[in-house]
């Protein structure tokens, strides 16, 4: 089954401590992004990639960094966590982020705690 | 400034009764809604959708309604079952950058369906 795969499931890392998330598609889409979610809140974007065009949104803050090496994965650096940014890491692609109905296919998260 | 909100953060119903999720947006420039449903330990998937030149969408048991001069959208789900129990975001697409489109979510809301 074509699909979004996120690695690790569970990650644990120490304040200030690099780390570094991963994401895989099947579905050959042009478009991937990164979303943070944090407790009972919204999805945020954090940027995304049109192919091999880097586009960040504009209150991501520089801590964060990402990767696209080739279609099928995209990665997500914290160069330096801090406890904020504890949270769900959400990846997800879209066959073409320029057709206005923009569906979204999710990976299952990976869950970062930072001790 | 949230553009999407979704005010209840809790719903609770009896099985085969009518399941009613609500979502408000504030910006005029979205063209398009989704809905999408988290399970426990999975990504967001896609449920229905409507296009802002409509009123109304069907899918089986699933039918979105809009109000586009009330900026509300509305999710029903008849007959409701236990399965369908989850958190349902509010999901709205607009044109960032002129070429991108982009989703803002709501916060979500949990649905508990009890049998």
């Known amino acids: 089954d074509a699909m979004v795969i996120q690695n690790p499931r569970y990650q644990v890392t120490q304040f200030g401590k690099p780390v570094t998330l991963s994401c895989s598609q099947t579905l050959n889409h042009n478009v991937m992004y990164w979303y943070q979610q944090k407790s009972s809140q919204a999805p945020k974007l954090l940027f995304h990639y049109y192919d091999k065009d880097f586009n960040n949104e504009a209150d991501t803050p520089d801590n964060f960094q990402s990767r696209r090496p080739n279609t099928s994965f995209c990665f997500l650096d914290i160069r330096s966590p801090g406890l904020g940014d504890a949270a769900m890491y959400l990846c997800?692609?879209?066959?073409?982020?320029?057709?206005?109905?923009?569906?979204?296919?999710f990976g299952p998260g990976t869950r970062l705690t930072v001790l | 400034d949230q553009q999407v909100k979704q005010n209840s953060p809790s719903l609770s119903v009896q099985e085969g009764r009518i399941s009613i999720l609500n979502c408000d947006y504030t910006?005029?420039?979205?063209?398009?809604f989704l809905w999408y449903k988290k399970y426990p330990a999975e990504g967001p998937t896609f449920l229905i959708s409507i296009s802002s030149i409509k009123d109304k969408n069907e899918d089986g048991r699933f039918t979105v309604f809009l109000n586009k001069s009330a900026k509300h959208l509305s999710l029903h789900i008849v007959p409701s079952q236990p399965g369908d129990s989850a958190v349902y975001f509010c999901?709205?697409?607009?044109?960032?950058?002129?070429?991108?489109?982009?989703?803002?979510f709501g916060k979500g809301t949990l649905l508990t369906v009890n049998p």
């Open positions: 910006n005029s420039m979205f063209d398009y």
């Open positions: 999901a709205a697409s607009a044109l960032y950058g002129g070429s991108n489109y982009k989703l803002t």
């Open positions: 997800a692609t879209s066959r073409d982020g320029q057709d206005y109905y923009n569906e979204q296919f």
